[in-house]
């Protein structure tokens, strides 16, 4: 297996790291995605985010968080005052999992082992990237860092430590907040979810 030559080029191993990607077999759920959806942004960044996994859109432009929730999770950024282009984004699973139904694909929730088999990609993303603040949006993001399943509500708002004694905060997926029917309650969640992003960037800075 790969290991990243200290001293060597960064950006050339994050290259060759996609590119490696781009023809994963560590679970099936190569098969039916257009494509490997690997994180995006600068390698010095401060801030990694972790979400569950490609949507229908990022499935198809082959880049992460471009979909609905990207659009909501930009939204928030911005409000929160941290500035997206600065930061890595990714995901815990880098293909798209769905139903077909009919013409539409419906996303489906990855399981366990898809998630433990794709953990060696955002592993050697972290290495590389070494962001001082890594964030899990979401329950399937928090499985990944942390190895087990954890309560979002009872993380969420606090830092964590990882194994390699980096920093890690736990906040919601911004899908669950496209998923709230009542208007008050998606309001309220949503400016947490703000509060948290800002209290995350101001870790970062
Ligand atoms: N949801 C995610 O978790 N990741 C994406 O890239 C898009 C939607």
């Known amino acids: 297996e790969r290991a990243i030559e200290p001293g060597g080029n960064a950006l050339k ?10 023809g994963c077999r560590r679970c099936p759920l190569w098969q039916p ?32 968080f471009v979909g609905p929730a990207g659009q909501l999770f930009d939204r ?11 930061t890595y984004v990714s995901n815990a699973v880098k293909h798209f999992k769905y139903e077909q139904r009919g013409k539409r694909r419906i996303h489906s929730k990855p399981n366990g082992a898809e998630v433990e088999a794709c953990r060696w990609w955002i592993e050697r993303e972290r290495e590389l990237i070494r962001p001082p603040v890594t964030v899990a949006l ?9 190895r087990k399943q ?12 990882l194994a390699d004694g980096s920093e890690a905060w ?10 709230i029917p009542e ?20 870790r970062a800075k």
């Not at 191993?13 to 781009?22: F, K, P, Q, S, T």
């Not at 928030?76 to 941290?82: H, R, S």
């Open 33 to 64: 995605a257009t494509q490997t959806v690997f994180g995006e942004g600068p390698l010095d960044a401060a801030i990694l985010f972790v979400g569950e996994q490609p949507g229908d859109q990022e499935d198809l432009a082959g880049r992460p």
């Open 138 to 146: 979401g329950a399937t993001a928090a499985l990944s860092l942390f």
């Open 170 to 179: 736990v906040t919601v997926h911004p899908s669950f907040l496209l998923r």
């Open 183 to 202: 208007e008050d309650r998606k309001r309220t969640e949503y400016a947490r979810f703000v509060e948290d992003l800002a209290r995350i960037g101001a």
């Open 76 to 86: 928030a950024l911005a409000e929160a005052g941290v500035d997206r282009a600065a």
């Open 13 to 22: 191993a994050w290259e060759a790291l996609m590119e490696e990607a781009r």
């Open 150 to 161: 954890v309560t979002i509500t009872r993380m969420r708002g606090q830092p964590h430590v």
